[in-house]
């Protein structure tokens, strides 16, 4: 279960990044 959690946490961080670094090279934003 711990590992499961800690996959989550790391795929929501990933789309976070992707969120951040698309909005910073994209000058229209999300």
């Known amino acids: 279960m711990a590992k499961v959690r800690l996959l ?14 698309a909005g910073e090279l994209d000058p229209r934003g999300c």
């Open 8 to 21: 989550e946490d790391d795929l929501d961080t990933l789309r976070r990044a992707t969120v951040f670094f």
